[in-house]
């Protein structure tokens, strides 16, 4: 089996078996509906779909900042960035140690 990430698959096992990988509207409510227990202010927020549906947020509080990206309920992984201003908006990276050297880009507009 594929370890790669991939938005739908089809197998004939032996007939023709077609899964498209996503939440149902259902499912996507409920997502939007998980408090984050964020406490500080709210900066921005987005619906994330890189192998995984999310709802990500990036949020200050005391001073610093954090990206929090809700999987459901129970499900928040909460992480501490940076925010630098570049050319095109604001450049959103991991504070810890990011070995392939990925970040976020928030443009003027709020869009991620």
């Known amino acids: ?3 790669s990430v991939y938005w739908a698959r089809t ?11 996503g939440k149902t509207t259902a499912e996507k409510d409920a997502l939007e509906s998980v408090d984050p227990g964020i406490v500080g202010e ?3 927020k987005w619906d ?3 192998g995984l549906e999310t ?4 949020y ?10 809700v999987f459901g309920p129970g499900e928040i992984s909460k992480h501490e960035v940076t925010l630098s201003d570049i ?3 604001t ?4 504070v810890e140690e990011n070995t392939f050297g990925e970040y976020f880009v928030m443009n003027d507009s709020g869009w991620l």
């Open 1 to 3: 089996m594929s370890t």
């Open 11 to 21: 197998d004939y096992a032996p007939i023709l078996n077609v899964n498209i990988m």
């Open 42 to 44: 709210i900066i921005g």
């Open 48 to 50: 994330a779909k890189n």
């Open 55 to 58: 709802t990500m947020y990036l």
């Open 60 to 69: 200050s509080e005391n001073g610093k900042h954090y990206i929090a990206q």
């Open 87 to 89: 050319k095109h908006g």
């Open 91 to 94: 450049k959103i990276e991991n």
